[in-house]
């Protein structure tokens, strides 16, 4: 048996101690708070997540809240509403914007407490969905809900 002595086994349980510090310090071990997000603000985003398919599933919650009205409901229609997996939905969620024309509208409102609204639809019908979205800590679609009679 080989014995040490006692300061080549100081220096060797240093340098283990670097070294496992080392490893625990590096930019891949530690994490550093929430991830980035690609977009600065909320318009930045939803002019990606509009034309982008993939966008849209990527930063859709799982499952999404998903609203419709009831219009086989009696006395009389009434809002439905159901969590649904992201692989139940047809994709694209959204419509891209680029081909709204003249009778397609779409508006933005600050709903408070991190949260904004899209509202489009389609003038002159029942045509309407609204999309709500949640900073958490990107952009997230958490709802959906088609006004449509």
């Known amino acids: 048996m080989h014995a040490m002595s006692p300061s080549a086994s100081a220096g060797r349980y240093a340098c ?3 070294l496992l510090a080392a490893a625990l310090l590096s930019p891949s071990a530690r994490a550093d708070g929430p991830p980035a997000c690609p977009d600065a603000g909320f318009d930045q985003f ?13 930063s859709s919650a ?27 939905l047809q994709w694209p ?7 709204f024309g003249q009778t397609r509208s779409m508006h933005v409102s600050d ?4 949260r904004m609204h899209v509202m489009v639809r389609r003038e002159g019908s029942s045509d309407q969905q609204l999309y709500t979205f949640r900073r958490q800590p990107c952009w997230t679609l958490v709802e959906l809900f088609d006004e449509s009679i």
């Open 93 to 99: 969620l959204f419509p891209d914007p680029a081909g």
């Open 46 to 58: 939803l002019a990606r997540f509009a034309r982008d398919a993939a966008v849209q599933r990527r």
């Open 111 to 114: 709903a408070g407490d991190g």
């Open 62 to 88: 799982d499952p999404l809240l998903h609203g419709h009205i009831d219009v086989n409901a009696e006395p009389e229609p009434v809002p439905v509403q159901e969590p649904r997996a992201l692989d139940s």
């Open 16 to 18: 283990l101690f670097l």
